[in-house]
C-alpha cells in the first residue's frame, strides 16, 4: 500500500490567505492565539498541497478553496473536495515551524508525526511508556537516548491518530518496536506497533491490533507512519516551487 508523504515549512505558505474557503477563512480569523494560527495555517497549505498532488489537480487558490479538511466526530481530520468526500485518508502532524501530511488513496486506519529529538526526562520516561519500552531506553547508549525516546512517543502518537483517538487515550496502550536495521534508499526503517485496545470513538471500544510502519531520523527530526493493511515506505511528494503551477501526479 503506498503512503505519500509531503513536508512544508512556514516560509513555504503564502502571506494570502485567499486559498482558504469561507469556513477555513472564518475559523482562521477566531483563533486568538498566533502560533495556533500559524500551525494551523501551516497545516491546510500542507494537505492541499499533498491533495493537490494525490488528486491530480491544479495548485491554485481557485481549486484550494474547493478543498477542506474538516474534522471528524473524533478530530480526526478528513479531506473534502467540491463539498464532497475526497476517497482519501490524510494524516497531520506539526512542529516548530514543520508541518507533514501523509495521505493514502483509500479508507484506511494511517496516522502520522513529527518530533524533534530533544532531552526529556526520567519522570517522562516512567509515566508514558510500558515497562518493555522502559527497558529499551535502559540498553540504549547515551548517544542515542533521545532519539529512542522521540521514535517511541512518534510511534506512539501516529497509532493513536490511526484508531482516531489521539492522546485521549492512555499512551502505554501503544507498544513500540522499532527495526534499526531494515533502512530502504530513502533512510526510512520499519516498525510495529502493538494497540492494545481501549476506547477510541465515543460509543465504540476497539479490540487490540498491530499496525505496521516506518520511521526515518533526519536533521533532528524524527518522522513515523503506521497503517493497516501494511504500508510499504513513504513516497515523497515532489511538487513545483511556485503556486499556480500545472497538474503534478502521484504514481
Same mark, same amino acid.
Given at each position: ?34 502560533? #495556533? ?17 494525490? @488528486? ?23 479531506? &473534502? &473536495? ?41 519522570? &517522562? ?5 510500558? @515497562? ?35 492522546? #485521549? ?20 526503517? #520499519? ?30 527530526? @524524527? ?13 515523497? @511528494? ?14
Amino acid at each position: 500500500m503506498n503512503v505519500y508523504w509531503l513536508e512544508q515549512t512556514e516560509v513555504d505558505v503564502p502571506a494570502e490567505i485567499d486559498w482558504l474557503n469561507h469556513n477555513e477563512a472564518v475559523y482562521l480569523k477566531n483563533r486568538r492565539f498566533s502560533k #495556533r494560527r500559524a500551525d494551523w495555517r501551516l497545516g491546510r497549505w500542507t494537505a492541499k498541497r499533498a491533495l493537490s498532488v494525490c @488528486l491530480d489537480v491544479p495548485a491554485h487558490p481557485e481549486i484550494f478553496r474547493k478543498m477542506e479538511i474538516r474534522p471528524a466526530p473524533s478530530g480526526a481530520p478528513e479531506a &473534502f &473536495f467540491n463539498n464532497r468526500p475526497a476517497g482519501v485518508t490524510i494524516s497531520l502532524s506539526h512542529r516548530d515551524g514543520i508541518a507533514a501530511c501523509a495521505v493514502v488513496k483509500s479508507h484506511v486506519e494511517m496516522g502520522c508525526d513529527l518530533e524533534m529529538v530533544e532531552p526529556h526526562s526520567d519522570a &517522562f520516561l516512567a509515566d508514558y511508556f510500558t @515497562l518493555e519500552e522502559q527497558a529499551l531506553v535502559a540498553r540504549a547508549s547515551a548517544a542515542d537516548r533521545n532519539r529512542l525516546l522521540a521514535l517511541l512517543w512518534s510511534a506512539k502518537e501516529s497509532a493513536l491518530k490511526a484508531v482516531r483517538a489521539g492522546l #485521549r487515550l492512555d499512551t502505554r496502550c501503544a507498544v513500540v518496536s522499532p527495526f534499526e536495521a531494515s533502512c530502504d534508499l530513502h533512510g526510512w526503517s #520499519r516498525l510495529v506497533v502493538r494497540y492494545t485496545g481501549g476506547w477510541a470513538v465515543p460509543g465504540q471500544v476497539f479490540p487490540g491490533k498491530v499496525f505496521h510502519g516506518w520511521w526515518q531520523y533526519k536533521d533532528n527530526i @524524527l518522522r513515523t507512519v503506521v497503517a493497516d493493511p501494511p504500508p510499504d515506505s513513504p513516497i515523497a @511528494l515532489a511538487i513545483p516551487a511556485h503556486f499556480f503551477d500545472g497538474v503534478s501526479r502521484c504514481a
